[in-house]
């Protein structure tokens, strides 16, 4: 069974959700408000996966990135995009947005997440934290990965306190490149091919730019590994995210009613799950597609 033959599996956390198209109830900033925040991998068969996305609610104060300038600016960043380590960022948007609404989006089973799966959780936000933000690492890759560097871009609530919500797509043609590792694609250091410690890349003391893309017959996009582990081959033929019309992902914030809202997990060091690949996939659960 390949990864195209997969269901979404999706971890709900709500009992009713809203349409966005329907949507009419208004929240102010005399009460939070219950959003579900949602993530698919929508990358074709053989394509790329995603670490846990980190999520968060803020006023507009917390910038994940510039173009064109170092990540040594943004505390927290490069271990996300270099190991898909959630925890420096969850502390950095802690101390600077000490009012904001964070967490890390897990999937049902052990990451990464899969071609064609998404997973959603709950939050409790207040208005006055309007805008939402994201990041997560591509894999495999040496520091590629998926974020918005403009804090005002997704605005989930207006200054009245309305809910706006958001729905959009993540293209291949947004895929950065953080500047920190040099593009190689050794095994010792590209995160979920081979990768068995953090930090272990060559420094490329760069800046955050737009990903050129994996080496054209490079380790990556020449995988073609016959080893299974429960169903998932490691086959990343189909993972040019340079492809005209790739996808990498689709983000959702909705409101929602009646829910019971879940714990949303802690974010750890993904790279001790991802680091002999397979181990990751291991232990999860899947369902063919009829």
């Not at 507009?60 to 064109?68: A, V």
């Not at 904001?100 to 071609?115: F, R």
């Not at 959780?121 to 207040?126: G, L, M, R, Y």
């Amino acid at each position: 069974m390949n990864m195209s033959a997969l269901f979404s599996r999706h971890r709900v956390a709500v009992a009713t959700a809203v349409s966005l198209g329907a949507m009419t109830t208004m929240a102010t900033a005399a009460s939070a408000a219950t959003l579900k925040v949602t993530i698919e991998n929508l990358a074709p068969e053989n394509g790329s996966l995603l670490t846990p996305a980190w999520v968060g609610f803020h006023d507009g104060t917390f910038d994940l990135y510039d173009r064109g300038e170092s990540l040594d600016g943004f505390p927290g960043v490069e271990e996300l995009v270099e190991d898909g380590n959630n925890e420096p960022l969850t502390e950095a948007f802690a101390a600077s947005n000490p009012d904001g609404v964070q967490g890390t989006l897990l999937s049902d089973g052990p990451p990464p997440l899969e071609v064609g799966e998404s997973t959603s959780f709950t939050f409790e936000v207040d208005p006055t934290n309007q805008y939402f933000s994201y990041a997560a690492m591509v894999l495999p890759s040496n520091d590629a990965f998926i974020a918005n560097g403009n804090p005002f871009a997704h605005e989930i609530f207006d200054d009245a306190g309305n809910f706006l919500g958001a729905d959009f797509v993540v293209l291949g043609s947004d895929v950065l490149d953080g500047g920190t590792e040099v593009n190689d694609e050794l095994a010792s250091s590209t995160a979920f091919l081979g990768q068995a410690a953090p930090n272990t890349g060559t420094d490329e003391n760069g800046v955050v730019a737009l990903h050129p893309g994996f080496i054209p017959d490079g380790r990556i996009l020449t995988t073609t590994d016959s080893s299974e582990f429960n169903g998932l081959p490691l086959n990343f033929t189909g993972a040019d995210f340079t492809a005209a019309g790739y996808q990498v992902a689709r983000f959702s914030v909705e409101l929602v009613e009646d829910n019971v809202v879940e714990d949303v997990p802690e974010p750890g060091t993904i790279l001790g799950l991802l680091a002999a690949g397979g181990l990751v996939v291991a232990g999860r659960k899947r369902k063919q597609v009829a």
